[in-house]
């Protein structure tokens, strides 16, 4: 797997990445008034609204929340509208990052992630700039504690989903992006328990970075785009092996 998801899987296990809540809300709200814009406020004919609403649930958001978030995107409630976004751009070392992002304001968002990159010894691309170097999937997380290996695979397998995946707490699986939600919906009339479903960005190639201090001007940038409350996912190809900064494990 590529280095940005290693260290996404050890600051997540380690406790580093502190979210605020109000913060995280934030990100989910704006996911679920994209997906009720696109699909609809029904949930039960909308895949990716179903899979929002879930992801809002497991994170402990009021129902209040989820509702508002949903009129807006149906235009039940007056407000500015929200765009998606994906802008691309490089770190340090020609490392390559993709940034999905969603606002009421494009310039805005624009000028912000400019200024992010800039700051970091970065610089943001044009559209295509870096696209290219990466695949969309799906991806679905299960926990290992919940269903076997064996098991997970044969449904996987027949599901239609592409590829599986261990680490030390989960099961990842990787989809064509038209049939993750699809996938995702046989899991869960089989019993099978989903820790998230999303769409995602996966690198062709990763760029190996073995300096510490480059290390840390990547992953620096890559806190400071996750700080950005416009953003919703960032994506990147460094592989950066998890023992080389052992203050931040």
Known sequence: MAGHSKWSKVKRLKG???????????????????????GGGNPSSNPRLRAAIQTAKSQSMPNDNIE????????ELTAATVEEILYEGYAPGGVAF???????????????????????????????????LFHR???ILVSKSDISETKLFETALE?????????????????????LYAV???????????????????PQN?????????????????DALEDCDDVLSIHSN?????????EHT
């Not at 580093?16 to 696109?38: C, M, P, Q, W, Y």
């Not at 990763?206 to 890559?222: G, S």
């Open 68 to 75: 508002r978030a949903i009129k807006k995107g149906t235009g």
């Open 238 to 246: 460094f592989d950066i092996p998890e023992g080389l900064l052992p």
């Open 16 to 38: 580093a990445l502190d979210v605020k809540r109000g913060k995280l809300f934030s990100k989910i709200s704006k996911e679920i008034t994209i997906a009720a814009k696109l």
């Open 98 to 132: 993709l940034v999905e992002a969603a606002t009421d304001n494009k310039n805005r968002t624009a000028a912000d992630l400019r200024a992010i990159f800039s700051r970091q010894e970065g610089n943001l691309g044009g559209p295509g700039s870096v696209s290219y």
């Open 159 to 179: 599901a239609g989903a592409e590829e599986l995946l261990s680490d030390e707490s989960f099961f990842t699986l990787y989809t064509l992006p038209e049939q």
């Open 206 to 222: 990763t760029v190996y970075i073995n300096d510490e201090h480059l290390a840390l001007r990547i992953l620096n940038l890559y």
């Open 184 to 202: 995702a919906e046989v899991l869960r009339q089989t019993k099978i328990s989903i820790e998230s479903q999303k769409l995602t960005y996966l």
């Open 137 to 139: 999937k799906g991806q």
